[in-house]
């Protein structure tokens, strides 16, 4: 069965630092990837998506994130932190073309001012 | 507000009792699904509705789980005897059927069984 990893659980960042959250999945077929967020107190939200085409896609609020297909990675960036961007940002994945998204842990990110 | 909305936000509940929680779709979205998120996890798929269909249901979703959407609408997941294992957020998403997997979730059900 597909798996995907975030190994960074915990992470504090000063504002305008850099950002990098990693994400691996573990499946070798055609994949569809996303990022979403959730802020404090509010759900879930998409944050970014790849399907196919630029494996350098962008997001909303001046997110990307990086297909890798070699390296089975889709890791999040941002170039500089902003304090709302503290919540927990989950990466996921749909396999082979179904319809349900399997996630990772969840990184927890704190942006200290 | 034309989002999500899952009813209720809350329920604590004894041991063996049964539950039901309640998803309203956004609605013109046709494909509904039900996650369960424990305290450290990311949400895991339990299962998922095209319409009134429920086209697949995860091995995690026990005898004791049973989830309806009768008229493609809103939709129901009840919980018969519950355990302690099964306190959990239960989060409800819903998606058109474009292509285009953005979930749009809800707030989620926090269950707390004693």
């Known amino acids: 069965a597909q798996s995907v990893s975030q190994h960074n659980h915990h992470v504090i960042l000063s504002e305008a630092a850099s950002l990098e959250l990693g994400c691996n999945y573990s499946?070798?077929?055609?994949?569809?990837l996303f990022w979403y967020v959730q802020y404090p107190g509010q759900h879930l939200q998409l944050l970014l998506k790849y399907f196919s085409g630029d494996p350098l896609v962008k997001g909303i609020k001046g997110f990307e994130a990086e297909f890798i297909k070699s390296k089975f990675s889709f890791n999040l960036r941002k170039p500089s932190v902003q304090w709302s961007d503290t919540a927990e940002y989950f990466c996921?994945?749909?396999?082979?073309?179904?319809?349900?998204?399997?996630f990772g842990t969840g990184t927890q990110l704190k942006v200290e001012l | 507000d034309t989002g999500v909305s899952q009813d209720p936000r809350h329920k604590i509940t004894k041991r063996g009792q049964n539950v039901t929680f309640r998803c309203d779709p956004i609605?013109?979205?046709?494909?509904l699904y039900w996650y369960r998120q424990t305290l450290g996890q990311g949400p895991e798929f339990l299962t998922y509705?095209?319409?009134?269909?429920?086209?697949?249901k995860s091995r995690l979703l026990s005898d004791r789980f049973s989830a309806e959407r009768p008229k493609g609408s809103f939709s129901t997941l009840e919980i018969q005897r519950t355990e302690q294992g099964d306190s959990a957020m239960y989060l409800c998403?819903?998606?058109?059927?474009?292509?285009?997997?953005?979930?749009?979730f809800g707030s989620g059900t926090q269950l707390s069984v004693l």
């Open positions: 509705f095209q319409n009134e269909a429920q086209l697949e």
């Open positions: 609605s013109e979205h046709n494909r």
């Open positions: 998403a819903s998606s058109d059927v474009q292509g285009n997997e953005k979930l749009f």
């Open positions: 996921a994945v749909i396999t082979g073309g179904g319809n349900k998204l399997t």
């Open positions: 499946y070798g077929g055609t994949v569809n």
